[in-house]
């Protein structure tokens, strides 16, 4: 497409409920990227995918957040049990590598 | 881990004034690259910078990169209402993983 698509634009769940939210890259962008960036504050890093692999893990907060990207193409991010604490906007972002990434409109979570 | 640092954390300026917001990496960078985002909305990429004392121009808009390639600035001549915003630096250790400084908010009061 073109550009980067994520759905929904906005969520609210409740405490301990599953989410689901869903990143389609630009068609041909080998690298996808999930951000968490809370109020005020600048985009913290999540995880990264090259395609299907994912490479770095190391954002992910807690083993309730769990990302996958099965066809090198559209990524999923769930987080399970949701806590007041993960509200936030969840930006996905592609690249073809090396070059600067374009963000999708993000999703807004709100956990009540 | 890798830090990006940025100040200052918010300018207002008249528009007509310049704005500079400045970037520092607790690391050496092999990149850095600099975004803008409006309110409400994402982050949109504006530049790259990768050689050591790198300069780049976009209209108004002037990046430098640090000698030591560890800091980096955006100034702008002249603002206008339209430049109103988050500016952000982020920076690339290695690899492809961006970690963005807090951002510096831009108010330009006509």
């Known amino acids: 497409g073109a550009g980067v698509s994520q759905s929904p634009r906005y969520k609210v769940a409740k405490r301990g409920q599953d989410v689901a939210l869903r990143c389609d890259p630009i068609s041909g962008h080998v690298s996808l990227f999930w951000y968490q960036q809370a109020l005020g504050q600048g985009p913290e890093f999540l995880t990264y995918?090259?395609?299907?692999?994912?490479?770095?893990k190391s954002g992910l907060p807690s083993d309730r957040f769990f990302a996958e990207r099965p066809e090198g193409s559209v990524s999923t991010l769930k987080i399970q049990r949701t806590q007041q604490e993960d509200s936030a906007v969840y930006l996905c972002a592609s690249n073809k590598g090396g070059e600067g990434y374009t963000f999708g409109s993000g999703t807004r979570l709100t956990v009540v | 881990g890798q830090q990006v640092m940025q100040i200052p954390q918010y300018q207002h300026v008249q528009e007509g004034e310049d704005f500079t917001t400045y970037c520092n990496s607790s690391t050496t960078l092999s990149n850095i690259q600099w975004y803008k985002q409006r309110p409400g909305g994402h982050p949109v990429f504006l530049i790259q910078l990768v050689k050591s004392g790198e300069v780049k121009k976009q209209k108004r808009l002037t990046f430098q990169f640090g000698e030591a390639k560890k800091n980096s600035s955006l100034h702008i001549t002249a603002t206008q209402t339209t430049d109103v915003g988050t500016y952000f630096c982020a920076g690339v250790e290695y690899g492809n993983k961006l970690v963005f400084g807090a951002g510096t908010i831009l108010r330009v009061k006509s």
């Open positions: 995918f090259q395609n299907e692999a994912q490479l770095d």
